[in-house]
């Protein structure tokens, strides 16, 4: 094909390459994208795409995935006419800012002008040929996608809802590639690895040539490093280890309370709801190893958070009202205390001070005492509903992801669901979910009445050594 120096050309030229590149997806990247740096997993999966119906990858992080589903976006074009592609992920963000930045990116500085209209999340060279990328949160869009030459990519594919799977098989494509780090030991891509019907690729973060050699042979890529760091870091054992770098699903508990999926989801979602809605959770702790965990919660957004340790109740509460005034300026929010224990002493001193506060009795007899064994029970069963509907963000720090993962329920003699005590996750070695406590609090108390707040005092409070306040929620 004639060097035009990047000019546009015409749908023609693209089409002349189809009969050269269509068995040959490496040869397709070298020559028209520029690519000379795919590694061995990467042409695996090409060459998988080319030879099977339906492929399905579980992969650590940093392998080039992106980079990969970019370059089959761009072979399946050029390869097939007339042809369609559909890319989706969970989120709008994860669509256009990742997977169809990397294209975008791609067929610009190809080595061979490529041709058509490109957009945002479209590249499009006529109504029977061209791809599309959307998030799955509306059914809608995979209406009307047919093709002889269809290719589906299910990116993201952990967190990718299990009726879009249905959607996709119904739109009979020639090819469906669903690839992603396996958060989710349950679900319809944890599924697709217990299918004889899929073709099952795994990728570990070990695998890059640069985890294999010790050498930054492709930048971006794992490196050995990194994958030893993360060893260490968490041990062989953790579940964050398995999926982030071994590109293995974790081994999730039957009762397990709130899924890996879930969690992360919350993490790299920010919801753009603005809620009046001001609730800080106070957890405080009551062992040495234990934090106390303050969050600030609008009923959508955790806003803010600090973790303590080794911190008198004094101190807590200092705590509370020098990041109410000063950090956040939320004077007018409604504080809500684990009031079981030494908590009691926390409650009493903001009380004193005048601001509205709602002691929380984990152990006390729950609003629908049918099917909650205790308060704790219902709050943090609230809690796992907004992460499983994705009404909730979080920080994305891995200290709130190793904490909401570890709940697990029971059932009490009454058939009545319960918390997993943390006494009880302390005797198998699992440390205490603070500030899972602390969240499960906040959210607990944005759906409570707000307390009429008195005037606070402007003279410095003295704390009096008097016995803990007890109350009901």
Known sequence: MPNQNKKQIDSKAVLALQKRFKGNPVYFAKQVLGIDSLWSKQIEILEAIRDYSKVTVRSGHSIGKTYLAAVAVEWWLASNYPSKVITTAPTNNQVEKVLWREIRTMHKKAKRPLGGKLLSTELRYNDEWHALGFSTDVMDNFQGFKSPNLLVILDEASGVDPKIYEAVEGLRPKCILCIGNPLNPVGAFADTFKSNRW????????????ARTGQNIVPGLATREWCQEMLEKWGADDPRYHYRVLGQFPTQSEFQLISFADVEQAMNTPINIINERK????DVARFGDDRSVIVFFDGIN???HRTLNGKSTVEIVGNVVEMMRNEWGWNNATI????TGVGGGVTDMLKEQGYAVIPIIAG???????????VRAEMFFMLAEKFKTGQISIPNDQDWLADLVKLEYEFAPRGQ???TSKKDMKAKGIASTDIADALAIANYGSTK?????????????VPLLSRPYVSKV
Do not use: E, F, M
Not at 279 to 282: C, D, K, L, N
Not at 336 to 339: A, I, K, S, T, Y
Not at 364 to 374: E, F, I, L, R, T
């Open 302 to 304: 955790v806003r803010k």
């Open 417 to 419: 669901l319960k918390i």
């Open 449 to 461: 009445k707000v307390v009429t707040r008195q005037k606070v005092k402007k003279h410095r409070y």
């Open 199 to 210: 073709h099952q690729k795994s990728v570990s973060s070990w695998d890059t040539p640069n």
């Open 279 to 282: 609730v800080i959770g106070v």
């Open 336 to 339: 809500c205390v684990d009031d």
């Open 364 to 374: 006390s007899k729950a609003n629908d005492a049918v099917k909650y064994y205790n």
